[in-house]
T-cell receptor, first 111, second 109 residues
Framework: DTGVSQDPRHKITKRGQNVTFRCDPI?????LYWYRQTLGQGPEFLTYFQNEAQLEKSRLLSDRFSAERPKGSFSTLEIQRTEQGDSAMYLC?????????FGSGTRLTVV | GIQVEQSPPDLILQEGANSTLRCNFSDSVNNLQWFHQNPWGQLINLFYIPSGTKQNGRLSATTVATERYSLLYISSSQTTDSGVYFC???????????FGKGTKLTVNP
């Protein structure tokens, strides 16, 4: 098992474009989380899946953001009509009901 | 929601020194984790510690849930300990980790 994988590592996009990030959790982990981190701050919770069910969403997850976890395996996070304020590190984590394992993140820059 | 305060915000040490990082939280918690974010941004889970004391090599952590604080001890610090240390509790039935702003540790050779 190679841990939590995120793709891409870096993404530069023009304002108004749509972007999609992928997260592959540790295979036996049934819980998957998305967080966002801006410079100098701790990560902020976005959403959480248990298997394929999205059980919790932050108010930070506006209608431009959507996350899916089909079949309870990998997950995708899509941001539509990106804004400069969306520039951040997007972190994925997984767990089996205990301690988290984080991926290396996807750094998004909106220009 | 729960508020998390970490102190000190910045800490500079010489290699070999010991340190204590503190995390105060404003409400009861059902879980608390400590993480180390290295200079490349990777978050590493150090401890899952809702209460009590745990040790892992040069690191140990203590959570006193009734008094709403947790401590992370680093002994004989090394340059590779540099980075930002976060504590993150969860509250009630939520799976959401609430992160503090972190303590930035710099260990000089």
């Amino acid at each position: 098992d190679t841990g939590v994988s995120q793709d891409p590592r870096h993404k530069i996009t023009k304002r108004g474009q749509n972007v999609t990030f992928r997260c592959d959790p540790i295979s036996e982990h049934n819980r998957l989380y998305w967080y966002r981190q801006t410079l100098g701050q701790g990560p902020e919770f976005l959403t959480y899946f248990q298997n394929e069910a999205q059980l919790e969403k932050s108010r930070l997850l506006s209608d431009r953001f959507s996350a899916e976890r089909p079949k309870g395996s990998f997950s995708t996070l899509e941001i539509q009509r990106t804004e400069q304020g969306d520039s951040a590190m997007y972190l994925c984590a997984s767990s089996l009901g205990g301690s988290y394992t984080f991926g290396s993140g996807t750094r998004l820059t909106v220009v | 929601g729960i508020q998390v305060e970490q102190s000190p915000p910045d800490l500079i040490l010489q290699e070999g020194a010991n340190s204590t990082l503190r995390c105060n939280f404003s409400d009861s918690v059902n879980n608390l984790q400590w993480f180390h974010q290295n200079p490349w941004g990777q978050l590493i889970n150090l401890f899952y510690i809702p209460s009590g004391t745990k040790q892992n090599g040069r690191l140990s952590a203590t959570t006193v849930a009734t008094e709403r604080y947790s401590l992370l001890y680093i002994s004989s610090s090394q340059t590779t300990d540099s980075g930002v240390y976060f504590c993150a509790p969860t509250q009630g039935g939520s799976e959401k980790l609430v992160f503090g702003k972190g303590t930035k540790l710099t260990v000089n050779p």
